[in-house]
């Protein structure tokens, strides 16, 4: 039964990437939900040990994408709660396998550093698009998301094997996602005109991640 929910994440995700390339924003939104649904049964029924953390980010990450289909700042603030909720409930599951005492303290400085700077310069070039009201916030969400990463790295330093080195791949595209997102978004100069950049690497992001932790 979880390889019959894997097949709708496939289909729906190729469906839903189509969609985007073709601008198809009907399509788009009738198979967007079915994305992370289906990685969730995926996930339900894979898991020998299920964390309950992972189940509640993977629902506040399909609540994220419900909300950001409408369009509006309100929307838009709204789905970006429920993901940066997400991004917490992940570094929970991922705090369940981290051994924080083979972290060296220069690579937790190293991933801070890196972040708040990839962070700063982002948005030093998105700052002439944005409305003010979401500058700020939106600078938090994505610090949340390079949290989330930092957190993945962490699991992966304490166990560097293949499921942590993927779930760090994942956590990765999530942060690149994210990123595209906001120059889709406001930025109309961008070379980024549709979503598929953007649902490639948020959906291949997901499921690595899930897919490490498995």
């Avoid at 289909?69 to 993901?83: N, Q």
Wanted: aromatic content about 18%; charged content about 10%.
């Amino acid at each position: 039964m979880n390889y019959a929910f894997l097949a709708v994440f496939i289909i729906s995700t190729a469906v839903h990437l189509y969609a985007s390339h073709k601008k198809d924003t009907k399509l788009r939104n009738i198979t967007k939900p079915f994305i992370l649904l289906s990685l969730l049964g995926f996930y339900v029924l894979s898991a020998r040990n299920m964390y309950w953390e992972i189940v509640l980010a993977l629902v506040f990450s399909w609540l994220g994408d419900v909300l950001l289909m409408p369009k509006g700042t309100k929307w838009f603030t709204a789905g970006g709660i429920a993901f940066m909720i997400s991004h917490g409930f992940f570094i929970a599951g991922y705090c369940r396998e981290i051994v924080f005492s083979a972290i060296p303290v220069w690579l937790i400085v190293i991933l801070a550093v890196f972040f708040v700077s990839a962070v700063t310069f982002i948005f030093s070039k998105l700052k002439a698009y944005l409305p003010k009201p979401l500058f700020y916030p939106m600078f938090l969400y994505l610090l949340i998301n390079g949290a989330m990463n930092c957190f993945a790295i962490f699991r992966l330093a304490g166990n560097p094997v293949q499921a942590t080195v993927i779930t760090a791949v994942g956590a990765a595209l999530f942060f690149i996602s994210d990123t595209s997102l906001f120059f889709v978004r406001f930025n109309k100069d961008s070379r980024l005109k549709t979503h598929f950049i953007v649902m490639l690497t948020y959906s291949i992001g997901e499921f690595l991640i899930v897919l490490g932790l498995l």
